[in-house]
């Protein structure tokens, strides 16, 4: 397999960014995340990938409810904060108006395009990510709103590297 063509041909597909929350036992995560999107039309359900690099992994472990956060291209600021910290070392929302669900799940309110959703399923298959498949509970948008996109954020470092992930859960 190329590599750098399968690279090449994500890149181009330049794929929109989400903010995940959730929480458990007063312990709040969240991180940002571009693997995602809708996996059955009905009953609604909706499909993210978590890397295992990230403490929101740990957490979602024990998680049952997550919040899916769209992000529109005047939120870079909030892409940087949950994308280039670690929850292990960063409270991620010091300072952020939030609303928790229910379920204690934090709902940032500067990102009012989301979802809230309850796990089905999780699947490890050995790569640096699990999916999570997860039924739509609720769902609120101010309108229509340009995504921000991979491209758009350049070349952000991550708040983990990648070597540093959990091998098993």
Same mark, same amino acid.
């Given at each position: ?11 181009? &597909?330049?794929?929109? *960014? ?34 295992? &690099? ?7 472990? $024990?998680?049952?409810?997550? &919040?899916?956060?769209? *992000?529109?291209?005047?939120?870079? &600021? ?6 280039? $910290? ?24 500067? *990102?009012?395009? $989301? ?49 540093? $992930?959990?091998?098993?859960?």
């Amino acid at each position: 397999m190329d590599e750098d063509t399968f690279d090449d041909l994500l890149v181009s &597909a330049d794929a929109g *960014l989400i903010v995940v929350t959730t929480a458990v036992e007063n312990e709040q995560a969240g991180c940002l995340v571009g693997f995602h999107s809708q996996s059955s039309m009905s009953p609604q359900q909706y499909g993210f990938w978590l890397s295992k &690099a990230n403490h929101t992994y740990q957490v979602s472990l $024990r998680a049952t409810h997550f &919040a899916i956060h769209f *992000l529109t291209v005047d939120d870079l &600021a909030m892409a940087q904060r949950f994308g280039a $910290r670690s929850g292990e070392d960063t409270d991620k929302f010091r300072g952020l108006d939030v609303d928790p669900t229910e379920q204690g799940v934090p709902l940032l309110s500067t *990102l009012p395009n $989301r979802l809230v959703v309850e796990r089905i399923t999780m699947l490890d298959d050995g790569g640096d990510h699990v999916a999570i498949t997860a039924r739509v509970i609720s769902s609120e948008t101010t309108g229509t709103f340009t995504p921000l996109r991979l491209s758009h954020i350049g070349d952000l470092p991550p708040g983990r590297d990648n070597d540093s $992930r959990a091998i098993q859960p």
